[in-house]
T-cell receptor, first 113, second 112 residues
Framework: DTAVSQTPKYLVTQMGNDKSIKCEQNLGHDTMYWYKQDSKKFLKIMFSYNNKELIINETVPNRFSPKSPDKAHLNLHINSLELGDSAVYFC????????????FGAGSRLTVL | DAKTTQPNSMESNEEEPVHLPCNHS???????IHWYRQLPSQGPEYVIHGLTSNVNNRMASLAIAEDRKSSTLILHRATLRDAAVYYC?????????????FGKGTKLSVKP
């Protein structure tokens, strides 16, 4: 049973296209995140949702729009893809109570040509 | 969240202990010390965390200096599967909202 699952694992697309990455967690967590890992391997938070409500929105172009239909899902939609969007995107989740420990998905590698 | 400093890389031999250091001289009294690791082509994985006392779990041990300005992650017997980038992160439970600030981490290589 995968705790945090992301689809697709790989995504290759052309500049200007719109694409989505989906994330689902079966841990019963109430907070979910999107992180971006660029080519230099730096991991940086993009968004955080708690019970379907946006609580963190770092400086991310508004071409990126997270959507949380329920607290088990946090999808990432990207409009008008640019070369610089090429990266690995990681979804993560945690529960508000207890230790502040994040569980990450395996990542979705986006390549924009 | 306060900053941490780690060596860029370390090497170890298989079956030997590994001590991964982390400096966090500006740590505040409410910052927890968390360690994550990222295996190749995988997402980060929680390893261990602590506040003041040393901690042990099935993956590793965490030794925290008395002044809390440094800590050491200890892998008791390194295996090839432990080759990964190890991140030391300070987390203030009250303010971070789970926003882990990752640095460059330490890339651990394990030689057979």
């Amino acid at each position: 049973d995968t705790a945090v699952s992301q689809t697709p694992k790989y995504l290759v697309t052309q500049m200007g296209n719109d694409k989505s990455i989906k994330c689902e967690q079966n841990l019963g967590h109430d907070t979910m995140y999107w992180y971006k890992q660029d080519s230099k391997k730096f991991l940086k938070i993009m968004f955080s949702y708690n019970n379907k409500e946006l609580i963190i929105n770092e400086t991310v172009p508004n071409r990126f729009s997270p959507k949380s239909p329920d607290k088990a899902h946090l999808n990432l939609h990207i409009n008008s893809l640019e070369l610089g969007d090429s990266a690995v995107y990681f979804c993560a989740s945690r529960t508000v109570s207890g230790a502040n420990v994040l569980t990450f998905g395996a990542g979705s590698r986006l390549t924009v040509l | 969240d306060a900053k941490t400093t780690q060596p860029n890389s370390m090497e170890s031999n298989e079956e030997e202990p590994v001590h991964l250091p982390c400096n966090h001289s500006t740590i505040s009294g409410t910052d927890y010390i968390h360690w994550y690791r990222q295996l190749p082509s995988q997402g980060p994985e929680y390893v261990i965390h602590g506040l003041t006392s040393n901690v042990n779990n099935r993956m590793a041990s965490l030794a925290i200096a008395e002044d809390r300005k440094s800590s050491t992650l200890i892998l008791h017997r390194a295996t090839l599967r432990d080759a990964a980038v190890y991140y030391c992160i300070l987390v203030n439970y009250g303010g971070s909202q789970g926003n882990l600030i990752f640095g460059k981490g330490t890339k651990l290589s394990v030689k057979p």
